[in-house]
């Protein structure tokens, strides 16, 4: 797979070469790279923003930079994507779709978003939530890490699987060494060797954990 990040702040993906993304890098699972519009403009102060027709506060990005910079890197397989809080919201099953993309372009707005005009150029819209951010770049280094993790390989064979989300419910609790701490001891099943057993405690530890913290992935499972 490769991503493209259009980016006015490529500095902010600083941690897509980090951890397990970086691992999937240097194996060549994933493919990372930044265009920035800056490198589009035609004037002596590289300017991607003026201010809105209509009047208001703030500075809209407009629309040439922004095209041009998808156009250099759009092909007949990509799929480009606008962070903007007009999107759908972005999920693990979204994740899970973008995942089997070829190739995936992430569009990052800043100030006070983008000429609409460029609209035309993108898929979709993807939203991470019902709050304001000062840009696309957080979002967009969001939804690259959750899809990076389910190409196949980056992770242990059915450890996607088993995380939160995957199967409509909240992950299982996790204990590890020592067995006890400070007077708190870790669940007998966990130590028993009965995968049976393990795999019982894991279920009930995972539909106790949804409803008591998110009961409402239950009903969709329902």
């Known amino acids: 797979m490769r991503i493209d990040i259009i980016t006015l702040f490529p500095e902010m993906f600083a941690p897509l070469s980090a951890s397990i993304v970086a691992r999937a890098r240097e194996r060549g699972l994933v493919k990372i790279g930044f265009v920035n519009p800056r490198d589009f403009t035609t004037d002596r102060h590289r300017t991607v923003d003026d201010r809105p027709f209509g009047g208001g506060k703030g500075m809209v990005m407009m629309a040439e930079p922004l095209y041009q910079a998808i156009k250099s ?116 099943a966990l130590v028993s060797g009965d995968h049976a057993r393990i795999d019982a405690w894991r279920r009930a530890s995972s539909e106790k954990i949804t409803k008591q913290k998110r009961p409402d992935l239950l009903c969709v499972a329902q």
Not at 78 to 90: E, Y
Not at 120 to 137: A, M, Q, R, T, Y
Request: overall charge positive; charged content about 25%; aromatic content about 6%.
């Open 73 to 188: 890197v759009r092909t007949k397989r990509s799929r480009v994507i606008l962070m903007s809080p007009h999107g759908r919201r972005f999920g693990q099953a979204v994740a899970e779709s973008l995942s089997r993309q070829t190739h995936v372009v992430l569009v990052c707005g800043h100030y006070e978003g983008i000429d609409e005009r460029v609209l035309k150029f993108v898929d979709e819209e993807l939203s991470i939530g019902d709050f304001v951010l000062s840009g696309g770049e957080i979002p967009a280094l969001a939804v690259a890490d959750a899809l990076i993790r389910l190409i196949p390989g980056v992770l242990p064979e059915g450890a996607a699987e088993a995380e939160s989300f995957s199967r409509y419910g909240l992950e299982h609790a996790q204990f590890t060494r020592p067995r006890n701490w400070r007077g708190r001891r870790v669940p007998a």
